[in-house]
Structures are given as C-alpha cells and as structure tokens.
C-alpha cells in the first residue's frame, strides 16, 4: 500500500462508451501523473499536475481528458477510445516535481473492444 | 531527451544467491536522480531504491544495493539473498531537477528459482 489508490482496477469499455478513471492519493503531495503502461513498451507520461495546474501534456489525443479538482484526486475521463489504448493505467503522486520520488497507485487495467 | 536502456529483458537467480540488473541512461544534465522501480505480477509499481547524482556512496536499502558509475552512466542494481517474492519486472528510470517526468526504461524480467 503505498498511499495511492486508483478505480476501478479493471474495466472494459467499447469505443463509443464515456468513462471515468480516479486517483487519490493520502500521502499531502502536490503533483500527480498519469502514465500508461503497454505491452513491450516503456511507461509513457501523458499527464503532469502540480497544485492543480497542468504542467505537462505530452501529445496526448483528445480522447483523453484529464481532470485535478484538488490535490488529492486525479481523474482521466475517456471518450471515444481505440482498441489501441487499451492498456495499464497507472496514476502516481510525488510531494513536489524533479527530483521528488514518486509512488504510484495499483493501476487499472483498460480494455478497449 | 534523456533515453534509459535495460540491456536484460530476463534474468534468472536461484533463492538465496546473488542477482545484478544492468541499466544505463543517457543524459546531458550533472543534476539528475536514478531510482529502481519493482513491479509485481500485482502490476503495482513499488519504489526499491533512489540515486542521487551528486552523491558518490552507492545507495543501499537491506538485501538491495546499487552500483552508480556516473562517468560510465551506469546505474546497476544488486539483489543479494535473493527471495522468491522478488520475482518480478524491474524497472530502471531517471529524472532531472528540471524535469517532470520518470523516463523509464524497458524492464528486467526477474525469475528467482527455488
């Protein structure tokens, strides 16, 4: 358990659905992120938040949307997806940006059909 | 852009002996941090161990430690006593002061045998 908490774990949704990731982190840190994880590839930002502010947003198609209402919670809604964008959703936090460590959530596990 | 590369897509140690896992990164920045990431069949990524660069002691956390190079940009980690929990992906990555993101490399797969 690392302070991260993420739903759902799993979720299967086809491509004309809307849904919602959420992240919450219980640790008092100030940024989040959004990586995606897929098969035989290295983790890939598509999301950085710092004080609730967007910081980075790394060529990410519009279908995905993120969302930092405070900074505690994260969520990335979806729309529209491809079969390609199934993959591992992982969502971390880290007290500030650069060099602080970040701990990250369980991860949900995205099918797209 | 900084780039990480794992040169070992699986590794294989017997329970009790000892495993290295090999990474090295490229980068033009003197200020950086070097972390090992373990994810578990669990798929939750744990954090295992940080470098900082500006620190020549090698980081050491119980049964894992890390051999840093700087000059060479090699940043290997040592897995003494090896357990069976410790089967899974290792992760190498990087970041900068300046930067935002972990950059992380392809992963170790880690089997440890009885």
């Known amino acids: ?113 | 852009a900084q780039t990480v590369t794992q040169s070992q897509p699986e590794m294989s140690v017997q329970e009790a002996e000892t495993v290295t896992l090999s990474c090295t990164y490229d980068t033009s920045e003197s200020d950086y941090y070097l972390f090992w990431y373990k994810q578990p069949p669990s798929r939750q990524m744990i954090l295992v161990i940080r470098q900082e660069a500006y620190k020549q002691q090698n980081a050491t956390e119980n049964r894992f430690s890390v051999n840093f190079q700087k000059a060479a940009k090699s940043f290997s980690l040592k897995i003494s006593d090896s357990q069976l929990g410790d089967a899974a992906m290792y992760f190498c990555a990087y970041n900068s002061n300046s930067g935002y993101a972990l950059n992380f490399g392809k992963g170790t797969s880690l089997l440890v045998t009885p």
Do not use: I
């Open chain 1, 1 to 113: 358990e690392t302070g991260v908490t993420q739903t759902p774990r799993h979720l299967v949704m086809g491509m004309t659905n809307k849904k919602s990731l959420k992240c919450e982190q219980h640790l008092g840190h100030n940024a989040m992120y959004w990586y995606k994880q897929s098969a035989k590839k290295p983790l890939e930002l598509m999301f950085v938040y710092s004080l609730e502010e967007r910081v980075e947003n790394n060529s990410v198609p519009s279908r995905f949307s993120p969302e930092c209402p405070n900074s505690s919670h994260l969520f990335l809604h979806l729309h529209t997806l491809q079969p390609e964008d199934s993959a591992l959703y992982l969502c971390a936090s880290s007290h500030g940006l650069g060099e602080e460590t970040q701990y990250f959530g369980p991860g949900t596990r995205l099918l797209v059909l």
